[in-house]
């Protein structure tokens, strides 16, 4: 304790003298600093104390909202160029795919049109082996009718009646007559 | 230009009005002193041995607001401020950074709590020391000037010496624990009569010698700090009331509240200045104690 309030309480002396002008005693100096003591540790509870610890968690959040920032800042850079380099292997893969595929279907359209021109060639064939056939055919008939219409116009015009040999003999001669 | 005109009747206005109270009731001295605030605060009733004066009463109605202030501003923190809340944390974190720029980080981790409240209250009570009916209302009797107030029911709690010094002690006390704990006892005689410097043979001896005075003019200085602080807010705010006070009577009934009034706005700024002074002298008071770099502290502590 001070040596004023000493001497005040000893009242002698003119420290006493001062602390009696302005009223200084022990019990009301007690009672204002525990009244001071009580709001000081109330606005550390209640007020400083809380206020603080708000203040170092917003600071806090404020630091990791941030990092948390700079992070994504940087993860999107690196997924942005991830994708770019995707895109750009993305797009020469497709440009290699595409070729592969030309190349692939100019390969068969080249192998189909073979086939095509070989099935073509061959049913030309066909179709012209089934026409000399069906010609071939056509002319056999049309002789042997042409031969039976010159033996029917033979006997017609000779009166005559042919025998089944000069039939034949006729229809032969005349069938190669029309072939010669 | 109407503002400067206005300004120049208005003095000239207070000035006579001066003249003519000084000239009906003598030297305008002699009219204040009749109406000085008595230097000790009056009791007004005892609780047991306890005396409670005005100003008492006045500090446990601040400390009721300021903590009705404190539960209803930040009851519930929010993690976005609104309200009390902004201005209760714009207060605590102005003082913090202020505080933690002059002592330092750390200690002002550990300190901070006790100077920012004696700040609050400090600036709390010199604001509501200066509200109306504080030192108007209360006990007196009718004079030919009026009723004159003998035992107002109110009055500034760092008007009474009592508070200041309570104040003041809290602090010595608290300022030895945190000396003693950031030093160690032999520390902290070290820190006081110890010789720095490191000069070693006769010098080293002298200096030991010198350094050991020293410590003595500290101890004494350290023993008059609490004085000095409370006499030094306590005038500041005794004398703001009895200048206020003296300026009311000196302006008469009509216009006693025009003289006071730009006094009222200087005691504003006094009452601010003198919780900012008495928190940054104890603040730096801890921090000479408390800081293991010599330089600082024996260059601070002859202050």
Known sequence: ?180 | MAWPKALVFLFGGLCLQLATVAAEHGNPAEVAATHGLPSAAPVIFHIGPLPVSNSMILTWIVSLLLVLAVRLGVRTMKDVPDGAQNFWEWLVESLYDFLGGIIGAELVHKTFWFFASLFIFILATNWFGLLPGVGSIGYGHPTEHGFDVTEPLLRGANADFNMTFAMAMVFFILWTVWALQANGPVGFLKHLFGAKGGLGGFMGFILMVVFFAVGLLEVVSILFRPVSLSFRLFGNVFAGENMLEAMTHLGGAKLGWLTALPFYFMEILVGVVQALVFMLLTAVFTLLICSHDEEPAEDGSHH
């Not at chain 1, 917003?58 to 895109?87: C, N, P």
């Open chain 1, 1 to 180: 304790m001070s040596h004023l309030l000493i001497l005040a309480a000893s009242d002698a002396g003119p420290v006493a003298e001062i602390a009696k002008i302005f009223g200084a005693n022990v019990p009301a100096l007690v009672a204002n600093s525990i009244s001071f003591l009580l709001v000081a540790l109330i606005l550390k509870k209640w007020a400083i104390g809380p206020i603080q610890k708000t203040l170092e968690d917003r600071r806090a959040t404020i630091s990791q909202g941030l990092a948390d920032a700079s992070r994504a800042r940087e993860d999107l850079a690196v997924a942005h160029r991830k994708s770019q380099e995707l895109l750009l292997e993305t797009g020469a893969q497709t440009g290699r795919i595409i070729e592969e595929s030309r190349a692939a279907a100019a390969r068969v359209t080249e192998i189909e049109t073979q086939k095509a021109i070989a099935a073509a060639a061959d049913i030309i064939a066909k179709a012209r082996h089934s026409n000399d056939a069906e010609l071939a055919r056509l002319k056999a008939e049309l002789r042997q009718e042409f031969g039976r219409l010159v033996v029917e116009a033979s006997i017609k015009v000779t009166g005559k009646i042919l025998t089944l040999d000069d039939q034949k003999r006729l229809a032969e001669e005349t069938q190669r007559q029309i072939a010669a």
